[in-house]
C-alpha cells in the first residue's frame, strides 16, 4: 500500500513537471528573456586616414589619427522604462592625437524589450532634440538574430537604411552574422561657409553639408548582442553648383582589439543565460518529468499480490517434490 501511494505521488511529481517545462519555454521565457534596464557597454574604436575640417582656422586637416569613445547607459529610473520597454543613452566623442574634440554626439532611446526595435516615448532625443524621431534597431539586435536585412537607424540622418546580411563569420571563436549597412549621400542640413570652401569666388555661399556611410556590423545571433563594428563615415560639403568641397569629416574607424574581447565575452555571457533559460531549464525538467512519471507508474501499477502467490506456488511445489 506504501509503495503504491509512492507511485501515486512521483506520478503527480512527473505530471507536475512536464507542464513546469512546457510553460517555461512557451510562457516565461517572454517574461525571462528580455533586454536589459540597465545596460553598460563602453566600446572604442580607432581611427585612420581621418580627414578634418578644422572651421577655426579654415584649414583642411588630411591623415589624422582618431580615437572614438562610446557610452551605452540604461536608465531604468526613466519615466518611459517598463516591463517591456528599456530606455538607453548613447554617447560618442572622437578625438586626434592631441585631445582635439573632432566630434560628438549622443542619443536617448526608447527600445522594446523583446524586438529591440525602437518605440516612440517622451524619452526619444537626438543631441538633446526632443522633436527628431527614432526608428528601427539601434544599439542591438533581436534575440534569435536571422539571416535578413534589417533596418537600422542612423543618428547623423535620422534615418533608417537597410543593413543587410551578409556571412556568417567568426570572432576569436564565436559565431557571428555580419550585416553591412549602406547609407547614400544624404543631406543633413544646410550652413553658409566662405566660398572657397565649395570652389566659388563669392564670399559667402550656402552649401549643403552631405553624408553618406558603410557600416559593418558583427552580431551574435543568440543574444542579438553587437560584438563589434566598423565604419566609412564621410561628410563633405556641396556648393549651389554641385561642387564637392572641403571634407568636414571622413575616416576608417574599427573597433579595437579590447572592445572585441568584450563584446565576445558580453555576447557569451547572454547567450548563455539565454540558452539556459530557452532550452537546458525546460529539458532538466523534462527528463526528471518523465523519469518521475516512469517510476511512479512502475511503483503504482506492480501488483502487490503477485510476490505472494509467486512464493506460494514455490512452496507448493516444494511440498510435492518432498512427497
Known amino acids: ?36 534596464l540597465d545596460q553598460t557597454a563602453s566600446p572604442t574604436a580607432k ?9 577655426s582656422q579654415m584649414r583642411q586637416l588630411r591623415g589624422l589619427e582618431a580615437t572614438v569613445k562610446q557610452r551605452v547607459q540604461g536608465d531604468p529610473e526613466a519615466e518611459d522604462a517598463s516591463e517591456d520597454v528599456a530606455v538607453w543613452s548613447f554617447g560618442s566623442t572622437m578625438t586626434d592625437t592631441d585631445g582635439e574634440l573632432l566630434n560628438a554626439s549622443t542619443y536617448r ?33 533581436p534575440f534569435g538574430t536571422e539571416k535578413r536585412d534589417y533596418d537600422v537607424f542612423n543618428a547623423t ?11 556568417v563569420e567568426e570572432l576569436e571563436g564565436l559565431e557571428v552574422y555580419k550585416f553591412v549597412q549602406t547609407v547614400p549621400e544624404t543631406v543633413i542640413r544646410e550652413t553658409s561657409v566662405p566660398g572657397n570652401l565649395v570652389g566659388s569666388d563669392e564670399d559667402t555661399v550656402q552649401a549643403e553639408i552631405v553624408y553618406s556611410n558603410e557600416r559593418t556590423m558583427y552580431i551574435e545571433p543568440t543574444s ?27 575616416g576608417s574607424f574599427s573597433g579595437t582589439d579590447e572592445t572585441i574581447a568584450a563584446g565576445v565575452e558580453r555576447a557569451e555571457d ?23 512519471l516512469a517510476g511512479g507508474l512502475f511503483l503504482a501499477l506492480r501488483a502487490p499480490g503477485a510476490t505472494r502467490s509467486a512464493h506460494s506456488v514455490d512452496n507448493t511445489q516444494l511440498q510435492d517434490a518432498t512427497r
Do not use: H
Open 109 to 141: 532611446v526608447c527600445i522594446d524589450r523583446l524586438e529591440a526595435v525602437a518605440v516612440e516615448c517622451e524619452s526619444d532625443q537626438i543631441d538633446y532634440d526632443r522633436g527628431r524621431s527614432i526608428e528601427g534597431l539601434t544599439l542591438t539586435f
Open 47 to 55: 581611427g585612420t586616414d581621418v580627414d578634418f575640417l578644422d572651421l
Open 270 to 292: 547572454t547567450a548563455g543565460k539565454i540558452n539556459l533559460i530557452k532550452n537546458v531549464l525546460p529539458l532538466v525538467l523534462l527528463l526528471l518529468g518523465l523519469l518521475a
Open 224 to 250: 542579438g548582442v553587437q560584438v563589434t563594428a566598423s565604419e566609412e563615415p564621410k561628410t563633405v560639403l556641396r556648393g549651389p553648383d554641385g561642387t564637392i568641397g572641403a571634407t568636414v569629416l571622413a
Open 157 to 167: 540622418t535620422g534615418q533608417a537604411f537597410p543593413a543587410r546580411f551578409e556571412s
Open 1 to 36: 500500500m506504501r509503495r503504491r501511494a509512492i507511485g501515486l505521488g512521483l506520478v503527480g511529481l512527473g505530471a507536475f513537471l512536464l507542464v513546469a517545462a512546457l510553460l517555461v519555454r512557451l510562457v516565461l521565457v517572454d517574461t525571462l528573456v528580455r533586454l536589459p
